[in-house]
Structure formats: C-alpha cells, structure tokens
C-alpha cells in the first residue's frame, strides 16, 4: 500500500468512518475518498485534504462502482444502525443494509484494482443463547455458530460476513472482517435515539446537572454487562486486523466487562455527581450480558484494545459536555 493508493471509506460521515479518514491522513496517507449519505453540514467529522462525497447513497448499485472506481483499499462503515433503542425498533431497516453491503462488494471486485476490503461486522452477530447471564463467558470466534444472531440487526451483519468469505473464496479478493464490541468516544452520536449505552449516560448525567435533577433514568436493572472499546483503539485495530493475514471474522473490542452501574458510576465520578437511579425495566436493553474473549487477537497481532473504560468515559464525558454547552448556546452540533 502506497501513501498515494486511493482508499475509499463508506460512512465516513459517521462515527467510526470518520475517525478512521482522520487516522489514515495522519499517518501520511494523501488519497482518501470518503463517502456518506447524509448532506455534508451533517457529518460527524470533515478532515482536511479528503475528498468528501456527500449525498451518495450506497444502497444504489451505480453509487457504489462510481465511488469505488480506482480504489486500492476499501473500507465499509456504511449502515443504518444505532444503540439499543433503534436496532430493536427497526430490525427492517437495519436488515436492508445488506443493499449496500452486498453493492460495495461487487463493486469492489468489479473495478479490479482494489486489495483489500474491510467490512465492520459487529458482536450481535453472535448466538444469543450464549449471552444470557450477567457473568457471561466472554465470546470467542467461533461462538457466532450454531448460528442465533440478534434478531435484524446481526443476522444482516453475520449474512455478510459469510458473502466476504465467499467473495474470498470464488473472487480471490482479500477480504477482512472484524466484529466491533461497542465502540464509543468523541464525535460519536450522544442524543437522538441512536446513541449507544455510554454516550447515553454522559449526556443524562450531564442534563442531570444542568436541570438541577438529582435523578437518571437507566434501561433495565443496570446489570446487565458488557465491554466497550475507545475509538482510538478501533481505528487502530482495523489498520492492523485489515494488513494482516487474518482471512476470518476477528473480535475487535476491549475484554473489560462492566455492568451499566459501573459504565453510571464512572460517568458520575467525572461529573462530581451521585444520582439516584429510576430502572426503567420495559426498555430495550439487549442480551443479558456480552464480553469480547481477545485470545485470538493476542495470538495473532500481539495487541488488543487496552484504554480503560474509566479514562475512555473521562475523555467522552467531556466532548459531549462541549457539545451540550454548544446547543444550548445554539452552535452547531454533532447530533
């Protein structure tokens, strides 16, 4: 891969996207292409010297061969996702993602000079009969069969997995995949209903105190568990996951499992609070619990995510509180 290959970034206008076009530009990389459906004022972040591709909507098969014309690298981001809250309310639309990843694809073989593809698959492609208790056994690789995916959302990311191995297989195209555990930090989503959990709870702590509330509202019994990962970690892991010679899905996330009192008390630690916590039992909450098990990752890059949860909410707490001061001053935000 030379600085000056063309690589192509799908939903870069988004949270993960966006971050990995700053990562490649830091590192000297001069001809990126990011790409994102969403009007240019609204993407999470713009970086200087990219070549931004607003308005292009990669459901549409013409789209997808006209941005990945001349690309050396791919990169696929693009999805219609969220937290919790919006994958179990609208399983359809998260499903029809498949539009696009299966697009990109053939677009990716049919141009001839991309090497390599990286698709973001996700933990909810794994058996939900696994993650049932609190004390989950962390999820290892090979734990997404039998197959039982998160209903919507994960069969769509297991389903493509599965066409990347194959476009592999019958295409030859180097294909690489990597399953995320909850990725959070700055210029991420924190309000809307797309947030994910920790996101969520700085924005509440952080209303909290404004409003003079000594309460938070948590969706379910605050115990159910999970492990989140620093966006510098991810970036920095897909560089390294699609370089490799890692050919099938690789978990990508931090092994630190907490419970979301524990993800409540960091976020309270920061913001020099204590609330009184109101469990809103009906809410969307997901599996009972998930960790990601790393010994692959360990045996084949000598690394895994390793910030800590408590300094990863540290930096996020005070992003989102910047950005809560800015609409209320009635600057623009990332929303």
């Known amino acids: 891969m030379q600085k000056n290959d063309l690589i192509v970034i799908a939903g870069a206008g988004g949270f993960i996207g966006g971050s990995l076009a700053r990562y490649f530009t830091n590192k000297g990389f001069t001809n990126i292409r990011a790409v994102d459906k969403k009007?240019?004022?609204?993407?999470?972040?713009?970086?200087?010297?990219?070549?931004?591709?607003?308005?292009?909507?990669?459901?549409?098969?013409?789209n997808c061969f006209k941005v990945c014309e001349g690309a050396v690298e791919v990169y696929n981001f693009a999805a219609d996702?969220?937290?919790?809250?919006?994958?179990?309310?609208?399983?359809?639309?998260?499903?029809?993602?498949?539009?696009?990843?299966?697009?990109m694809?053939?677009?990716?073989?049919?141009?001839?000079?991309?090497?390599?593809?990286?698709?973001?698959?996700?933990?909810?492609a794994y058996n939900t009969q696994r993650q049932q208790e609190t004390d989950v056994t962390a999820l290892k690789e090979s734990d997404a069969y039998p197959a039982m995916a998160e209903d919507g959302y994960g069969w769509e990311k297991l389903f493509t997995e599965?066409?990347?191995?194959?476009?592999?297989?019958?295409?030859?195209?180097?294909?690489?995949?990597?399953?995320?555990?909850?990725?959070?930090?700055?210029?991420?989503?924190w309000d809307g209903g797309r947030e994910k959990a920790p996101a969520a709870i700085c924005r509440k702590v952080i209303a909290a105190k404004d409003a003079g509330s000594d309460e938070i509202e948590i969706w379910g019994d605050g115990e159910?568990?999970?492990?989140?990962?620093?966006?510098?970690?991810?970036?920095?892991?897909?560089?390294?996951?699609?370089?490799?010679?890692?050919?099938?899905?690789?978990?990508?996330?931090?092994?630190?499992?907490?419970?979301?009192?524990?993800?409540v008390d960091y976020a309270e630690e920061v913001g020099g609070v204590k609330l009184k916590r109101k469990y809103?039992?009906?809410?969307?909450?997901?599996?009972?619990?998930?960790?990601?098990d790393n010994t692959m990752i360990q045996a084949r890059l000598g690394w895994e995510p390793n910030l800590p949860l408590r300094e990863g909410i540290a930096k996020t707490y005070a992003w989102i509180e910047q950005q809560y001061a800015d609409r209320k001053a009635g600057k623009p935000t990332v929303s």
């Not at 690489?176 to 959070?184: G, I």
């Not at 809103?280 to 990601?292: H, T």
Request: hydrophobic share 35%; proline share 4%.
């Open 81 to 103: 996702m969220g937290g919790m809250g919006f994958i179990e309310n609208n399983k359809a639309e998260c499903m029809l993602t498949v539009l696009i990843s299966t697009h």
């Open 162 to 189: 599965r066409m990347c191995r194959h476009f592999m297989e019958d295409y030859g195209m180097e294909t690489r995949v990597a399953r995320f555990h909850n990725v959070y930090g700055p210029y991420g989503t």
């Open 280 to 292: 809103k039992l009906d809410a969307p909450k997901g599996v009972r619990g998930r960790n990601s």
């Open 39 to 62: 009007p240019i004022d609204q993407w999470y972040q713009k970086t200087p010297g990219v070549e931004n591709i607003p308005e292009c909507d990669l459901n549409l098969r013409e």
């Open 224 to 263: 159910q568990t999970r492990s989140f990962m620093y966006i510098d970690d991810c970036v920095k892991g897909i560089d390294m996951i699609t370089h490799s010679d890692i050919r099938e899905p690789i978990n990508l996330g931090s092994s630190e499992l907490v419970s979301i009192n524990q993800l």
């Open 105 to 124: 694809l053939l677009a990716a073989k049919e141009v001839g000079k991309v090497e390599r593809f990286f698709y973001s698959s996700s933990a909810c």
